[in-house]
């Protein structure tokens, strides 16, 4: 039985840069260099080839069964056996996939696993093995026999289910699957769907307004004495950050309020226009899917030199190009408390945001009214450790390195 190690901290996908969740149509996907802590994230080496294994019938009942086929009937998929059924986070679950040819197999052709989320479709992790740690490739199966590929690992704490895709590859193609409702679209085999339990989504009960803040950046203002503090934390599990980040909101008929107060010996920042990608460096970001409908959201962040971006996605990571077009027209300071750019110690910065909520994407009827639920979350980049090392906090723990999961995002409930 093959050990793998599955936990889904491989990569920081901070805003908008492009998550490379490995190819999309040729699913040899490169095993990305872990990154911001993910040693855990990838299969255990495997141990040499033994001689293929093969089975007159599946052992005992399947707890997922498909039927699919690969190349025209010629290698069927009988589904999954998964122990326990219903695991923990914690867990050891043992999985098994158990094939047949029916006719005799294509050549050349290696398999893949993909675990997706499984409410998005979003790819979380890339765990390509061969099957009987090699001894058993597509080509060499025995017509009439079973093949079974076993894998164990212990169940993450994920919020959501777990969902297996398989299928083989060659070069940059996929083999391609004879039935429809068996597949993902992408020429990859549905599998089980495993679930932990889910965590809450954190709420923000924003107060109204008596009087709107004035936007200087410095947070002095009587009116944020009124909107709960609440402390980011790291968005991949929610455990305390290295720098304490402080966030407020507040609104009123016409403006959604935010404010943030970091903690930072070093403030910096190269980027000076518009839309440069001050994701790449250190930046405070609000990301509001008004209507809560997980699809269209907006995007807004200010760096330490008040340089802002804003975005309008239809769906989730649309054409960035396309979103950068959106001119939320906020206002929004900074006030920093040391020097940026240089060597000097720092204590941190804070910055204030007025975004007006008629330009919104798909925003409900306006104003907001008392209980109106909207779905948000609030994020930090922070870069430590001589500029090199990225820590993500966020409001909402998003439990995977993307700050674009829609489905994590929190409930903003105004008062």
């Known amino acids: 039985m093959r050990e793998l190690a599955i936990g889904f901290a491989v990569l920081l996908l901070t805003s908008c840069r492009d998550e490379q969740a490995g190819p999309k149509k040729g699913p040899q996907a490169a095993q990305q260099a872990p990154q911001q802590g993910a040693p855990q994230g990838m299969p255990q080496a495997a141990p040499p080839p033994q001689a293929m294994q093969v089975l007159d019938a599946v052992p005992g009942e399947l707890t997922f069964t498909s039927g699919g086929t690969w190349a025209e009937g010629s290698v069927k998929y009988l589904g999954a056996k998964v122990e326990p059924k219903s695991p923990k986070a914690g867990d050891v679950v043992h999985l098994s996939h158990y094939f047949t040819a029916v006719k005799p197999p294509p050549q050349g052709w290696a398999f893949f696993v993909h675990i997706v989320d499984g409410n998005s479709g979003q790819m979380l992790q890339n765990v390509d093995h061969e099957i009987q740690n090699g001894a058993a490739p597509l080509a060499s199966w025995p017509v009439g026999k079973i093949i079974e590929d076993a894998q164990s690992f212990r169940m993450p704490s994920y919020p959501g289910p777990l969902q297996f895709l398989i299928g083989f ?68 599990d929610g455990s305390p950050a290295n720098r304490k980040t402080t966030a407020r909101v507040l609104y009123d008929d016409k403006f959604l309020y935010v404010a943030f107060d970091c903690d930072d010996p070093d403030v910096w920042g190269s980027l000076k226009n518009k839309d440069d990608a001050i994701y790449n460096e250190e930046a405070v970001e609000v990301f509001l899917d008004a209507n809560g409908d997980g699809k269209t959201y907006n995007e807004l962040q200010v760096s330490p030199h008040n340089v802002q971006f804003d975005a309008a996605f239809v769906a989730r990571r649309s054409d960035l190009e396309t979103a950068k077009k959106w001119e939320s027209g906020m206002t929004t300071a900074v006030d920093v408390r040391g020097t940026l750019d240089d060597d000097q110690p720092d204590q941190g910065w804070s910055a204030e945001m007025k975004i007006p909520l008629a330009n919104l994407m798909e925003v409900p ?36 390195g993307d700050f674009h999961h829609l489905p994590r995002f929190g409930k903003l409930i105004f008062d």
């Open 365 to 400: 009827p306006l104003p907001p009214k008392k209980g109106d639920v909207w779905r948000f979350n609030l994020y930090r980049l922070e870069h430590h450790v001589h500029r090199e090392q990225i820590e993500g906090t966020s409001f909402s723990p998003l439990f995977v």
């Open 169 to 236: 590859w060659k070069g940059d193609q996929r083999l391609p699957i004879d039935q429809l409702p068996v597949q993902d679209g992408q020429q990859r085999m549905r599998g089980p769907t495993l679930e932990s339990p889910q965590q809450a989504l954190p709420e923000y009960r924003v107060p109204k307004a008596a009087k709107a803040p004035t936007i200087d950046g410095k947070l002095d203002d009587a009116a944020w004495k009124a909107a709960p503090a609440v402390q980011l934390n790291s968005s991949m």
